[in-house]
């Protein structure tokens, strides 16, 4: 079975602090892809990043990280000094590559708070 | 093409009555995605479309649940007799056909619904 599980229901920072978000995933599938969203208030749920199975290099974007470590299938998010823009419910999902549906399995998500 | 669009972006309605949303998604995807999703947990998978045709549906999708999707443009998601328990938002998403440069799906702003 696919599970996703964002341990951290809610974390709080205060502005230009850098803040990760786990992320622990499981499948059987080989080949899978690796997702993380940004859901602000207004509810729209925001791209962020997608990353194959077969791709280990871990990835910047502006105050962004992402490290991907199959040996712990995990694939945690790092955001650097952060900002209070920064606030939202973030979201780590799976889709397995073998199905070709495209659907996303989604971790329950972790809110976070960047007070000024 | 501004993104996905959903309408209504709320809905209350009496327990019992039927409720239709309706997803335009962005023009050139031919795979569109509903998903629920109730306060404080990840989206759900509940359907699937490519093009005009439904290849997958959720266990979630009780009978009273019905989406079509009639030329392979918008989409609508229908509930009748409506119950406390289907209180929750509606996300629709779309996306480019698997083995497309970019398969990542991109989400509307959702529906939310209340039952009362």
């Known amino acids: 079975a696919q599970k996703v599980t964002q341990a951290q229901t809610e974390i709080s920072v205060v502005e230009k602090e850098d803040v990760t978000l786990d992320c622990v995933y499981e499948?059987?599938?080989?080949?899978?892809?690796l997702f993380w969203y940004k859901q602000p208030p207004s509810g729209e749920l925001v791209f962020l990043i997608r990353r194959n199975s077969f791709d280990e290099q871990n990835e910047i974007s502006g105050r962004y990280s992402w490290n991907f470590q199959k040996s712990t299938s995990s694939f945690n998010f790092t955001i650097t000094a952060s900002q209070v823009v920064d606030s939202a419910v973030y979201f780590c999902?799976?889709?397995?590559?073998?199905?070709?549906?495209?659907?996303?399995?989604f971790g329950q998500g972790t809110t976070l708070q960047v007070k000024p | 093409d501004t993104g996905v669009s959903q309408d209504p972006r709320h809905k209350i309605t009496k327990r019992g009555q039927n409720v239709t949303f309706r997803c335009d998604p962005i023009s050139e995807h031919n795979r569109l995605y509903w998903y629920r999703q109730t306060l404080g947990q990840g989206p759900e998978f509940l359907t699937y479309?490519?093009?005009?045709?439904?290849?997958?549906k959720s266990r979630l999708l009780s009978d009273r649940f019905s989406a079509e999707r009639p030329k392979g443009s918008f989409s609508t998601l229908e509930i009748q007799r409506t119950e406390q328990g289907d209180s929750a938002m509606y996300l629709c998403a779309s996306s480019l056909p698997q083995g497309s440069l970019n398969t990542e799906a991109f989400f509307g702003q959702g529906t939310r619904l209340t039952v009362v």
């Open positions: 999902a799976l889709m397995d590559g073998s199905s070709n549906t495209g659907k996303l399995i």
């Open positions: 479309f490519q093009n005009e045709a439904q290849l997958e």
């Open positions: 499948t059987r599938d080989t080949t899978y892809y």
